[in-house]
């Protein structure tokens, strides 16, 4: 995540993130340490603000859309497997 957000392309999954937060698509990152630090945090604060996001939406219907896609995305893949 640290990676991405600070355009460190050392391998090909994050070279991969940095060309679509290039090209303005979708990202959607899941994050699996918890409990959160700081670092972690700020690591995050500085990926929302590279994606901007329209004023006219609230917060419910981008979480709505948010986890839509995530739940979209994961039964595409098991229908793949």
Same mark, same amino acid.
């Given at each position: 995540?640290?990676?991405?957000?600070?355009?460190?392309?050392?391998?090909?999954?994050?070279?991969?993130?940095?060309?679509?937060?290039? !090209?303005?698509?979708?990202?959607?990152?899941?994050?699996? !340490?918890?409990?959160? +630090?700081?670092? +972690?945090? /700020?690591?995050?604060?500085? =990926?929302? !603000?590279?994606?901007?996001?329209?004023? /006219?939406?609230?917060?419910?219907?981008?979480?709505?859309?948010?986890?839509?896609?995530?739940?979209?995305?994961? =039964?595409?893949?098991?229908?793949?497997?």
């Amino acid at each position: 995540m640290s990676a991405i957000a600070t355009g460190i392309s050392s391998n090909l999954i994050v070279r991969a993130a940095d060309v679509i937060l290039k !090209e303005r698509r979708k990202l959607i990152l899941l994050v699996r !340490e918890m409990p959160f +630090h700081l670092g +972690h945090l /700020r690591t995050m604060t500085a =990926l929302a !603000e590279m994606a901007p996001l329209s004023p /006219r939406q609230c917060r419910d219907s981008i979480t709505n859309q948010k986890l839509s896609s995530i739940l979209s995305t994961i =039964l595409l893949i098991v229908f793949l497997i």
